[in-house]
C-alpha cells in the first residue's frame, strides 16, 4: 500500500479548477469533472500509518515490551516471535515472516 496526502493533491485539482473558472462550454464540464473529483477526494477512507517498533526482551522470560507503547507481552508463539505488538499493532523489526 502507497499513502498519498490528501491535501496536497486537493490543491492541485483545485488548481485546475481554478485555471477553468471563467470558461464555458466543454472547458466548464472539464471543471466540474474536477470539482467532483475534489469530492471523491475528500470521502476516501482514511489510514493511519502503523508504527514500527521491537521488542525489548527479557533474556530469562518469554515475554517482551513493546518498543512503541510499553505493554509487557508474552512474545512466543512456539519458537516463532509475534510480528506485530496486540496493544498497539506496531509492527516488529527484525522478526522474519513466516
Ligand atoms: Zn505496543
Redesign the pocket.
Known sequence: MELIAREALKSKIQKNIEELADKTGFFEGIRMGYESAVHFVEQAPTVEERKH?HWIEHPKHPIGD?S????RVPIYSGSKKYKS?P????KMEGVNDG
Open positions: 517498533g513493546c512503541v507503547c510499553g505493554e505488538c496493544y498497539c499493532g506496531a
